[in-house]
């Protein structure tokens, strides 16, 4: 199984930028499709981003579309997430997960701690 450690989170003001990173160990990461979730407080667990095992396909939710970027980085074992133009709403503990190529939490076996993000109005 793979572990995955979350960083880069914090607080930035509304409309700044914060980039999140996944580094993964154990087994490489290049077997897996990748993914980003949020849980935001009293909130469910929701999906953000999948990007599949070579990079060539990415899939968001429709609330991050044109300010999100899912990338990777086989080499280094790493995902991450560029975050642009932010939002309160965006606030909430940003989790990565290693699966499928899905936007479903069920199909993504291994899971990171998560980092908070917080942005502030």
């Known amino acids: 199984q793979v572990q995955l450690v979350e960083s880069g989170g914090g607080l930035v003001q509304a409309g700044g930028s914060l980039r999140l990173s996944c580094a993964a160990s154990?087994?490489?990461?290049?077997?897996?499709?990748m993914g980003w979730f949020r849980q935001a407080p009293g909130k469910e667990r929701e999906f953000v981003a999948t990007?599949?095992?070579?990079?060539?396909?990415?899939y968001y939710t429709d609330s991050v579309k044109g300010r999100f970027t899912i990338s990777r980085d086989n080499a280094k074992n790493t995902v991450y997430l560029q975050m642009n133009s932010l939002k309160p709403e965006d606030t909430a503990v940003y989790y990565c997960a290693a699966g499928s190529y899905s936007y479903s939490s069920a199909d993504f076996r291994s899971w990171g701690q998560g980092t908070q993000v917080t942005v502030s109005s």
């Open positions: 154990g087994r490489t990461l290049s077997r897996h499709a």
């Open positions: 990007i599949s095992w070579s990079g060539g396909m990415t």
